[in-house]
């Protein structure tokens, strides 16, 4: 059980530049969910996925936000024109359908200067 | 939608000590709350988690207590060891169809030798 994993796990990049993420759930999740967290807060629900469709997006996914995952496996969060606000821990999760419970990746950590 | 209150933001206790963490929501339709436990640097970890129709679940030194009509539940750690230090998250699932997680904003709990 290799759990999931987030590629980079950190990134650090200059305001109005786009940055791109990937999530490889565990195998066999058909669920995978992107979280926002913020220091001294806990995680903010972004989106979420069953299979390739995304059925859930959070009033906090602005335009400048996008999220696919094309075969219903890894998955791919990219920012676009990158401001200071977007710092923050970009956690991704995954479960299988029928559960509830959701596990974590290490996360993103992105850096906006 | 869904808010979660978590208290303390702080829990300081020494080694052996039984520590406890308290959540309330606000959806009397949620029904799936989840423990994570968090490290420096690590994503969110699951511990413990109970479902509406459950009032208390144990796992060795971890216990969570629910009371729907008060719509609150509650983390307990007993024995506690510095390994246990870290922050803790409550979440509570809104359920109707939706699969997303609202956290508190997390207990740093500091267990002293």
């Known amino acids: 059980d290799t759990g999931v994993s987030q590629d980079p796990r950190h990134k650090i990049t200059k305001r109005g530049q786009n940055v791109t993420f990937r999530c490889d759930p565990i195998s066999e999740h058909n669920r995978l969910y992107w979280y926002r967290q913020t220091l001294g807060q806990g995680p903010e629900f972004l989106t979420y996925?069953?299979?390739?469709?995304?059925?859930?997006k959070s009033r906090l996914l602005s335009d400048r936000f996008s999220a696919e995952r094309p075969k219903g496996s890894f998955s791919t969060l990219e920012i676009q024109r990158t401001e200071q606000g977007d710092s923050a821990m970009y956690l991704c999760?995954?479960?299988?359908?029928?559960?509830?419970?959701?596990?974590f990746g290490p996360g993103t950590r992105l850096t906006v200067l | 939608g869904e808010n979660v209150e978590q208290h303390p933001s702080t829990l300081s206790v020494q080694e052996g000590d039984s520590a406890v963490i308290k959540c309330t929501y606000s959806d009397s339709a949620s029904n799936y709350f989840p423990w994570y436990k968090q490290e420096l640097g690590k994503g969110p970890q699951l511990i413990i988690d109970?479902?509406?129709?459950?009032g208390e679940k144990k796992d060795q030194r971890i216990a969570v207590t629910l009371n729907k009509t008060a719509k609150h539940f509650s983390l307990h750690i007993t024995e506690t060891q510095p390994e246990d230090s870290a922050v803790y998250f409550c979440a509570a699932h809104s359920g109707a169809g939706s699969y997303q997680l609202t956290f508190g904003k997390g207990t740093k709990l500091s267990v002293i030798p």
């Open positions: 996925f069953q299979n390739e469709a995304q059925l859930e």
């Open positions: 109970i479902r509406s129709n459950v």
């Open positions: 999760a995954s479960s299988e359908t029928g559960t509830d419970t959701q596990y």
